[in-house]
């Protein structure tokens, strides 16, 4: 079955249903392990003929609210594709407005939960919803609904959070990442035309216009990664940052990756970028030699790696 996406822009387009559904609730950002177990416990208990189905928003509310530009681990796109891999039937995504902001928790559970016909919800211990954030686990289960909270989880007695996760990635710390996740970090989009300089240096670059609200490593600079170009995986060093010895631009970053033993025209294709390490700072370079030599160092490093 495929999974079905609905986009909600207003409550009231959700139509009554009648067959029954387990409920994964929350925004789930990154769908790191905690997030894993509450939408993998919501599938296996649909399995006895209930739909499963993710309700989450389509933004989050610090970034409707203005506090912050609000980059994403897992944007839309990255999130339907590691929901449909957990098996889940059905995504709801409410646009986060003024009117759903407005809702009260009672309205929230009458018009969502009660009219697509939950049964069960799953969702972590700090889950809140309705009007400022006043609604609680316990309130859908004074509705009537089944109510499973799953409590706090740790590795290393650190809270497995989006906010941890986040940390790791403007940190550069990919491996913990991976032990969050399971997966490694990753960016998508298109392959643009950049300025081609990297060609006349023998080291050809594709040139990523990012797909969504990506959160990226705070330091600009050379990684280890891996590409996914056509369905193949490929070994990739990409560099992150303004370029300083071809380009002054100071207001654009650049994300660029050399992808190994690899000859094709990939303009327009869509790509992901996949983070393993740190390897260097962004330097200027003398001159174009010096900045060879040394992008020679960086991919003998990342043909070194055994990743």
Avoid: W
């Amino acid at each position: 079955m495929e999974m079905e996406i609905f986009n909600i822009s207003d409550i009231s387009e959700i139509k009554e249903e009648n067959k029954k559904r387990v409920a994964a609730l929350g925004f789930f950002d990154g769908i790191h392990k905690a997030h894993q177990k509450i939408i993998g416990s919501a599938v296996e208990a649909a399995e006895k003929g209930f739909i499963s189905a993710v309700i989450t928003l389509d933004k989050s509310p610090k970034e409707y609210f203005g506090k912050t530009s609000e980059e994403s681990l897992t944007p839309t796109n990255k999130k339907n594709e590691l929901l449909k891999n957990l098996g889940v039937d059905e995504v709801y995504y409410l646009e986060f407005n003024e009117k759903l902001q407005n809702l009260s928790a009672e309205e929230f559970i009458n018009n969502i939960l009660k009219k697509l016909n939950v049964d069960k919800v799953f969702c972590g211990f700090d889950y809140r919803f309705g009007f400022k954030g006043l609604g609680t686990p316990d309130l859908i289960k004074d509705s009537g609904i089944e109510v499973i909270v799953l409590e706090k989880e740790k590795i290393d007695q650190e809270k497995i959070s989006t906010t941890v996760l986040k940390e790791f990635v403007r940190k550069g710390e990919f491996s913990k990442y991976n032990e969050y996740t399971g997966r490694f970090y990753s960016i998508s989009g298109l392959v643009v035309k950049g300025r081609q300089l990297g060609r006349t240096i023998n080291f050809p670059t594709a040139n990523l216009e990012l797909g969504g609200k990506y959160l990226l490593p705070e330091t600009n600079g050379v990684y280890i990664t891996k590409i996914k170009v056509n369905n193949k995986i490929y070994k990739s060093v990409t560099n992150i940052g303004y370029n300083p010895t071809v380009s002054d631009e100071k207001n654009k970053k650049f994300i660029e990756t050399h992808i190994l033993d690899f000859n094709e025209d990939i303009y327009g294709e869509k790509i992901e970028i996949y983070f393993y390490e740190f390897l260097r700072k962004e330097q200027k370079f003398e001159s174009f030699d010096h900045l060879k030599e040394q992008l020679k160092l960086d991919k003998k490093t990342c043909e070194e790696k055994d990743y």
